[in-house]
């Protein structure tokens, strides 16, 4: 269930964006972000990085397309999107807190989270995320500067982006139990 609450925003963001405004999908992916959000708060977690990282990526572009260019493009802004949860990805493995790390330490039990190799995985599964986040920005750009390409081509590259980090995500972690002998982390859980 975590993963369908983390990709929720953008999930409906993406779809939206294929149906109505830029503006409206926007502020329905901030919405949905701040429900997310609430929820956590509600059963006692924490704020997460990429959570409050979303909310600012989607109404800093929200704000944009509303007061500057209301006829941005969908290409144009699925990239601004992109690139926003790029830097809030890229950014928390640089600060030496890799997103995935809160979602992986509230799933795991005090031991598993003290292991070695516990931050080793975060820092691995969140480059993935960042190497995912990196490829629908090189989709989007292809989209913007190639427009002959169908739309749907942006839209398989993030499909397929975004599918190889969430199965990396369930993998990774297992591998290295196998490899090395520790116990797996869920850096970001199944929807179980």
């Known amino acids: 269930m ?3 609450l983390i990709l929720a925003p953008y999930g409906a963001f993406a779809a939206l964006l294929l149906v109505t405004s830029a503006t409206v999908s926007l502020f329905a992916g901030v919405a949905i972000c701040l429900t997310v959000i ?3 708060v509600m059963r006692g977690l924490s704020i997460k990085i990429l959570g409050v990282g979303s909310v600012i990526t989607f109404t800093a572009v929200g704000l944009y397309v509303a007061v500057v260019d209301q006829n941005l493009g969908t290409a144009s802004v699925r990239f601004a999107v992109d690139t926003g949860i790029f830097l809030v990805s890229l950014g928390s493995i640089l600060a030496g807190r890799p997103f995935t790390l809160q979602y992986a330490r509230e799933v795991v039990d005090a031991h598993t989270a003290r292991q070695p190799g516990f931050l080793r995985v975060n820092h691995v599964i969140t480059w993935a995320w960042t190497i995912a986040a990196l490829m629908m920005m090189v989709g989007n750009v292809a989209i913007l500067y190639v427009p002959s390409l169908p739309l749907w081509t942006g839209l398989l590259i993030a499909f397929a982006a975004r599918n190889s980090a969430v199965f990396f995500t369930k993998w990774y972690p297992h591998y290295r139990m196998t490899k090395y002998g520790t116990h ?9």
């Open 184 to 192: 797996p982390v869920n850096a970001l859980p199944s929807a179980n």
């Open 2 to 4: 975590t993963i369908f």
């Open 38 to 40: 609430a929820f956590d």
